[in-house]
């Protein structure tokens, strides 16, 4: 049986319409799934930033009255960080909904 974070991994990719790439060494270079446009690395962790949480529940009520999808970006400020540095939080809810269920999944 897999781990949880490992489950993760294999759900999420599957969404994607991909398979999760095996760690082997130097063939995965720390990609958890590719598919033609992207390089997903999951992390299944305890302790987001609760800042990043209150961030993005805010948003996401702002947005939803709003029939919107809520976003935050996020920047560390100081010398020699650009703002294409710059992080963008979303939902994976609202991640699918942009960009499609590729397959259908029983953890929704």
């Not at 999420?12 to 997903?40: H, K, Q, S, Y």
């Not at 993005?56 to 400020?77: N, S, T, Y």
């Not at 294409?84 to 590729?102: E, I, M, N, Y």
Request: aromatic share 8%.
């Amino acid at each position: 049986m897999d781990k949880a974070w490992k489950a993760f991994e294999r759900r999420t990719a599957r969404r994607m319409g991909v398979e999760r790439i095996p760690v082997t060494g130097i063939d995965r270079a720390g990609a958890d799934f590719e598919n033609a446009l992207f390089c997903v690395q999951c992390k299944l962790r305890r302790g987001m930033p609760s800042y990043l949480r209150k961030w993005l529940d805010g948003i996401c009520g702002v947005a939803k009255a709003k029939d919107r999808i809520g976003i935050v970006v996020w920047r560390e400020p100081g010398r020699g960080k650009s703002d294409g540095d710059a992080v963008v939080l979303v939902k994976w809810s609202d991640w699918v909904q942009l960009h499609g269920d590729v397959v259908e999944s029983e953890d929704r």
